[in-house]
């Protein structure tokens, strides 16, 4: 498992210039998908392979075990993202033929920096999901649909919990997973805060 620290990260201003970019091009991407959906995930991807080959902070290198969590993962990106756009037909053939060489080439390159030792799948229903992004309000997010949400969360479930996806990497199928079902609103409710972080630990010293 991996994630970002506060020294020898990228700096605020480069997040903050990622994040809005990344913010101009999914308002694009929803209100042209075919046109810009290529674009997007291209950017998206080199974005998370960047963050996630940077030197480890010299604080987590000093600590007697430490562990880093992303987000989400350069696998996350095709697996779930792209192969969604793929098959409800915003990204054409040629498109995903030329994302899946490229994807496999880096990662393949960069194999030895991006070892994942686990996944925390946040499994919340669809409709859950959309009144969050209500709540959240961010306003490239506000044409989505449930629809949408509905393909997402398929393959989520296809690839963590049913395992039926097709994974071009062997490595992924050993890769344990822990699911986690924040469905229920636990934002006030430091018990179940507590027991959600008592499985994450249990899981991440048992890697």
Same mark, same amino acid.
């Given at each position: 498992?991996? &994630?970002?620290?506060? +020294?020898?990260?990228?700096? #605020?201003?480069?997040?903050?210039?990622?994040?809005?970019?990344?913010?101009?091009?999914?308002?694009?991407? =929803?209100?042209?998908?075919?046109?810009?959906? =290529?674009?997007?995930?291209?950017?998206?991807?080199?974005?998370? *392979?960047?963050?996630?080959?940077?030197?480890?902070? #010299?604080?987590? *290198?000093?600590?007697?075990?430490? @562990?880093?969590?992303?987000?989400?993962?350069?696998?996350?990106?095709?697996?779930?993202?792209?192969?969604?756009?793929?098959?409800? &037909?915003? *990204?054409?053939?040629?498109?995903?033929?030329?994302?899946?060489?490229?994807?496999?080439?880096?990662?393949?390159?960069?194999?030895?920096?991006?070892?994942?030792? &686990?996944?925390?799948? !946040?499994?919340?229903?669809?409709? $859950?999901?959309?009144?969050?992004? =209500?709540?959240?309000?961010?306003? +490239?997010?506000?044409?989505?649909?449930?629809?949408?949400?509905?393909?997402?969360? &398929?393959?989520?479930?296809?690839?963590?919990?049913?395992?039926?996806?097709?994974?071009?990497?062997?490595?992924? *199928?050993?890769?344990?997973?822990? @699911?986690?079902? $924040?469905?229920?609103?636990?934002?006030?409710? $430091?018990? #179940?805060?507590?027991? !959600?972080?008592?499985?994450?630990?249990?899981?991440?010293?048992?890697?």
């Amino acid at each position: 498992m991996q &994630g970002s620290g506060p +020294e020898g990260s990228p700096s #605020k201003a480069t997040l903050a210039c990622i994040a809005q970019s990344l913010g101009n091009l999914l308002d694009m991407m =929803y209100r042209e998908p075919a046109r810009w959906s =290529y674009t997007f995930q291209t950017f998206s991807f080199m974005s998370r *392979l960047k963050v996630q080959l940077e030197p480890f902070p #010299k604080k987590l *290198l000093q600590a007697k075990k430490p @562990v880093q969590i992303f987000e989400r993962s350069v696998y996350s990106d095709r697996y779930i993202f792209a192969k969604n756009l793929f098959e409800n &037909g915003s *990204l054409s053939d040629i498109e995903w033929h030329i994302y899946q060489d490229w994807h496999s080439f880096l990662l393949q390159e960069f194999a030895s920096q991006l070892t994942l030792h &686990g996944f925390i799948y !946040l499994q919340a229903t669809p409709q $859950v999901c959309l009144k969050r992004l =209500y709540r959240r309000a961010r306003e +490239e997010e506000k044409g989505i649909e449930l629809a949408y949400l509905q393909q997402l969360h &398929g393959q989520h479930e296809a690839w963590l919990v049913h395992k039926t996806t097709k994974l071009h990497f062997e490595t992924l *199928l050993n890769i344990p997973v822990l @699911v986690l079902d $924040v469905s229920d609103d636990f934002s006030e409710e $430091v018990t #179940k805060q507590e027991e !959600l972080m008592r499985k994450v630990d249990t899981f991440v010293k048992n890697l």
